[in-house]
């Protein structure tokens, strides 16, 4: 080997050690964070004929599995840090009658308006705060009777193309049927049909039972079933409701803004 190919090798021998210390000392490569979990509040307490903490257990640990962090309250208290409520994407609410104050009213009210979803079931939902009439506008609707009490009816899907109700049957249930008083311009998602037997003048009255809505930048999300825990062991009832949640939480995939069913439209 020639003087100057030795020389050659060592320097190129030198320059791959001098790269490979340049390697070994740079920095690894900075992990990305995970993105935030979305926060949710689910809020329960009211009349404990509607079971609101075994509802609630049914879908709060849910909503853990799907990804978010999710904190549980008996008190509308929780509505009081302003803060806290902006930075939510989800209110889940499970208060059946009960009062609340102007200033707790105010802080879920303003949440919503501010783009923080709503969501939750029967009487939980609709059949809350009943002088608070800014509380049912924001709603979409409020709870005026169940004709007959615990009795057998069915669900029909009304609009099969929205990912709260795809793929879903038609179906039967054995609950309260609500009767309720319905903001028109809600998205309407399922109705149940009276058939007169308990109250003879409303035979046939055609009634929302899961409808979805704005109010301000907040999407609301409700549906009338839900009397007690068991009835979220018919399938689609449980459906109803966890999908109802996720487009309340803007989810992706689960849906665009509603579109106003107006009944009393003018048709074309």
Known sequence: MTHRL?????????????????????????????????????????????????????????????????????????????????????????????????????????????????????????????????????VGGAWAAHPGGVIDYSVQIRKPTDPIVKGLKDFKMHSEQYYMLVDPNVDVLATTTFTGDHAAWINGAVMPVAWKKLYGKGRVFHTSLGHVAADFDVPEARAIVQRGLLWAARMPGTGDDPVSTNPYAARK
């Open 6 to 138: 030795a020389a050659g090798l060592r320097r190129a021998a030198a320059i791959a050690l001098v790269g490979a210390a340049c390697v070994s000392l740079s920095p690894a490569p900075t992990a990305q964070a995970p993105a935030p979990k979305k926060k949710v509040l689910v809020v329960w307490g009211g009349w404990e004929g509607h079971e609101p903490k075994k509802c609630v257990d049914i879908f709060a640990p849910w909503l853990t599995e799907q990804g978010f962090d999710v904190e549980v309250s008996n008190t509308l208290d929780s509505y009081l840090d302003a803060e806290k409520m902006k930075s939510l994407s989800l209110i889940v609410q499970a208060v059946t009658m009960s009062k609340i104050t102007p200033q707790q009213e105010r802080g879920l009210e303003e949440a919503v308006k501010s783009g923080v979803g709503l969501a939750g079931w029967h009487g939980g939902l609709s059949d809350s705060f009943r002088n608070n009439t800014e509380y049912e506008f924001m």
